[in-house]
């Protein structure tokens, strides 16, 4: 059987259990999904020198990662091009690229210093989503950002989250698609803090005062993310998800951003997305793969990546929740790092749409707990891998590992010369 025939008979079989194939690959093509900048370079960016604080860690040392604007551009190309689907591009105020006009700290920071990024965006037909950086800078003073006991350090990172608002408008009307702009800050305690709650008082006002900034609610889309802890912050974190989700919860067009490595191991963010759903219009996710701990490694299409995607679907909500990955490895490929994860996502959400969502719930429904269990079971090895085939095809990307010939081309070519 060539590809077409055996698209047509995976078809057939999905067809005979509701399942509308073709429509759920013209869905898959409409959905974006956004590209974090920072798989490109161990989240370094261009505008200090100082090493990665706040809590998070890449590890390894694999060669050639991307140093300049212009090689992270180049990076991302090669993977773009390997990859299914609508891509946006997800970028870190710290990937600001100072010109001639010289630098700027990041309370100063302006549309213009990522003009070249919309540029290249709008070359790819993307739209951009942002984030402050409230790490690696010496103005983290104690390890606090917002939430500092320090006046003068917490009005520096309020001015930068204002500035970040007022680039992602820029972004957002570049672009014409809204712009996530996600507040994260590694802020928090060693060891046991004497006071939990003075930091989080501060922080929420120092988050009130970021979104004062004037922005267009159609536009720029707000999420707050919250983190169980971090490293050398094991004792206490300002963040947490009560406090995020409350946030969120009582301040009219803020978004809660879920990042499913923030939570403890037995919690999942498949779990929580529906729960979320019944209360928020909008809800927003960083997609990593855990182990153990936050690790940040590449996303897989394992169990729980699929669970997510699954509820994401089956509740209607993909034009609801803004997805974005957010991982680092820096002891493999980059590119491949990149291709894989996003890969990934996409295989988990064509499988959702490629799920009989509507007979499985009416089984649930009707209590028909058994016959749930079988069909769970039997879809499992449905003939998904002709849907994706067919899918990339009409991406023009390779649906199998033949793509990586080409990272490795590029590798011996360009990253192994840097
Ligand atoms: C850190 C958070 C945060 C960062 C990025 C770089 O634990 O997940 O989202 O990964 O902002
Ligand atoms: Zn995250």
């Known amino acids: 059987m060539n590809q077409v025939q055996r698209y047509e008979d995976a078809r057939d079989r999905y067809a005979a259990v509701g399942v509308d ?3 759920a690959i013209r869905r898959m093509i409409e959905i974006p999904v956004s590209l974090h900048c920072w798989q490109g370079d161990d989240v370094t960016g261009f505008d200090h020198d100082g090493p990665l604080t706040g809590g998070i860690q890449t590890t390894g040392n694999y ?3 991307a140093r300049t604007p212009e090689e992270l551009m180049q990076d991302m190309d090669v993977a773009l091009k390997l990859m299914p689907g609508k891509k946006k591009l997800n970028l870190h105020a710290s990937y600001a690229i100072f ?12 549309p213009k210093h990522f003009a070249k990024w919309v540029a290249f965006a709008k070359e790819r037909n993307m739209g951009i989503d942002f984030n402050p950086t409230f790490f690696s800078h010496d103005k983290v003073k104690d390890g606090l950002t917002l939430s500092s006991p320090d006046e003068e350090t917490r009005r520096f990172w309020i001015e930068h989250g204002k500035a970040c608002i007022r680039i992602s408008q820029y972004f957002a009307e570049q672009t014409g698609m809204p712009c996530v702009m996600n507040i994260w800050t590694g802020d928090g305690y060693k060891d046991i803090p004497a006071d939990r709650m003075g930091p989080r008082l501060r ?13 267009d609610k159609k536009l720029v889309k707000p999420c707050v993310e919250s983190k169980v802890f971090g490293i050398g912050v094991e004792a206490f974190t300002a963040g947490s998800a009560e406090f995020t989700l409350t946030f969120a919860a009582t301040y009219n067009g803020c978004l809660p951003l879920m990042d499913n490595g923030h939570y403890h191991p037995t919690e999942v963010v498949s779990d929580k997305i529906p729960a979320l759903l019944c209360f ?35 509740n209607n909500a993909l ?21 894989v994860g996003f890969r990934s996502w996409q295989k988990a959400l064509l499988g959702a749409l490629c799920t009989p969502n509507a007979e499985l719930k009416k089984l649930q429904e009707e209590s028909r707990m058994t016959e749930l269990m079988v069909m769970q079971e039997e879809i499992k090895t449905y ?18 590992q033949s793509w990586f010939a080409t990272v490795k081309k590029y590798e011996d070519e360009v990253l192994l010369k840097r």
């Open 21 to 23: 194939t073709d429509a």
């Open 63 to 65: 060669p050639g990662k």
């Open 99 to 110: 010109e001639d006009d010289g630098f700027v700290e990041r309370d100063k920071i302006e």
């Open 203 to 215: 922080y929420k006002d120092s988050i009130e005062q970021i979104l004062s900034e004037p922005y």
């Open 280 to 314: 928020f219009p909008e809800i927003a996710l960083h997609i990593t793969r855990p182990i153990r701990w936050d690790s940040d490694h590449v996303v897989l299409l394992d169990d729980e990546t699929r669970e997510m995607a699954k509820e994401i679907v089956r």
């Open 319 to 339: 034009d609801r929740v803004y997805m974005a990955l957010d991982y680092f490895d820096a002891s493999i490929n980059r590119i491949s790092a990149w291709i």
């Open 383 to 400: 003939p998904f891998g002709d849907v994706w085939e067919e899918y990339c095809r009409e991406c023009g990307v390779s649906s199998d």
